[in-house]
Structures are given as C-alpha cells and as structure tokens.
C-alpha cells in the first residue's frame, strides 16, 4: 500500500486525514462532555467513559476504511497479540487524559500514532477542548494549528548546555524524577497532562521531559512521532533506542527532550 506523503513540509494529504480523524473524535468526546457521562472501571481499575468508547469506534471505523491492510491497537478494546511484531500497525488513544476528562480540565487529547519497523514515524493529537491540533511526520516536519485555523511549523528549542526547561506530569511526580534531573541547571518547572507534555518541547514551551514510571505504548506513539518530526528525540532511561512493538505494549521510562 502506498499512503500519499507530502515531503514539502506544508501540507500532507496523509496528515490531513489523521487530522481530520482526531478533530471528529474530538467532536464525539466533547459532545458526551456536554451530555454528562457514567465512569466505569476497567479491570486494572482506569476509568473509562462512554466519551472514550465513542471516540475510539469512529477511529478505528475510519482507519480500517482508510488503511484497510494496516493493523490498529487501541486502549480500548486493543488485542494484545501479534499486532505489535508487524511491519507496521497504528497505535491509539481515542482519550489520552480520562481522569482529566472526568474532573472537568481541558488538557485531555486524542492520540494516533503510526509505527513502521518498530519507530513513530507519524502522529497526530489533537485538544478538544482548545481546539488545537498538533501533527507531524518524518517526511513533513511538525506543525501546530489553533483554534483559528492558522497552522505554524514547530521545532525544539536549541541545546542550551546543561540548562533545561523540564516538563513533568501533574500527577505521577517521584522521587526518581527528582533524581534523575538533579544534575540539570533546571530553569524551569512546566506540568502538564496527557500526551500534550510531548507538544511542549516540539514546539519549544520545554526542553526535557523525563518519566520514570510506567506508560502504555499507546500513550506515546503520537506525541514521539511528532517530537521526532520537530527534531527532537527520546530514549530509554539507558540511553538505548525506545521501539514499538513491546511485549504487551508496556513501556518502561524514558527521556523524551532535545
């Protein structure tokens, strides 16, 4: 199969698609916002809502109509089976933030990530509640359009020796994380949810963000593809390659900066 690419950094009919995906997924969770939804608790007691169900049967429908020989993995209702060991496979979060969702924020996304030979090498996600997308490819670069419409190439912040803007979760802050960035001039503090920590270094908001514990394959996949695409990269905590494709789609921590 042969997606269409652009290699002009402007516009990517294939991105397009992504994006106008995730806007509609978008549109489906916020619409469940406004009606008032049920939690419930799936086995490893995450919450899940009818907003994350609704969002991930419009993903899936639409990239097996789109991409009908590409395999999709999915938070919700993924299977855990050989899809991972493929030459290439999506990787999604139809509502990456639910907790944040739940309590009523704004910073709650919508991830597609896609995976070739075991690296990110597109993703989109999209803020529905701020109605800004963020998208990028290794052919198209990274770009970032907001709520009027206007889209803006993004790029890191150039290294600055040992000084560092770090971005870190609101919610999982640690001992090790402490450690770990203890040896960087750290001239700043950002925290955020969800995968919009990655948003922020592609565009230069923060320089390194480092996570010790813990994530799902899918809660990364978008966000790496597009800090590839906007010149940045991430690593295990080793230093060695972080791949797709993992045993149980589990990852363990990395460092995601300049």
């Not at 920590?197 to 010790?212: I, M, N, S």
Request: net charge negative; glycine share 10%.
């Amino acid at each position: 199969m042969t997606m269409q690419r652009s290699i002009s950094g402007r516009k990517s009919p294939f991105l397009e698609q992504l994006a106008t995906i995730a806007q509609e997924a978008g549109r489906l969770i916020m619409q469940a916002r406004a009606a008032g939804f049920a939690v419930e608790y799936k086995e490893d007691r995450s919450p899940v809502t009818h907003a994350d169900e609704a969002a991930n049967h419009y993903i899936v429908g639409q990239l097996e109509r789109l991409f009908p020989a590409i395999p999709t993995v999915s938070e919700e209702g993924a299977k855990l089976d050989a899809h991972g060991q493929r030459e290439r496979f999506w990787l999604i979060d139809p509502l990456d933030g639910t907790k944040s969702f739940i309590r009523g924020e704004d910073d709650f996304t919508v991830n597609i990530g896609l995976i070739e030979r075991r690296v990110p090498v597109a993703g989109v996600i999209y803020v529905p509640a701020q109605e800004v997308m963020y998208f990028g490819s290794d052919e198209a670069g990274a770009f970032r359009r907001g709520r009027d419409g206007q889209q803006q190439p993004i790029r890191v912040n150039a290294p600055r020796d040992n000084k560092r803007a770090v971005i870190m979760s609101k919610h999982h802050a640690s001992p090790d994380l402490e450690a770990y960035i203890a040896p960087y001039e750290v001239t700043e503090k950002v925290q955020a949810s969800s995968s919009l920590k990655f948003c922020y270094v592609a565009e230069g908001k923060a320089d390194l963000y480092p996570r010790t514990g813990p994530t799902m394959e899918w809660d990364t996949a978008a966000g790496h593809a597009i800090l590839l695409a906007a010149g940045g990269k991430m690593t295990m905590l080793d230093g060695s390659p972080f791949l797709y494709g993992k045993e149980g789609f589990l990852n363990p921590g990395f460092i995601a900066g300049v």
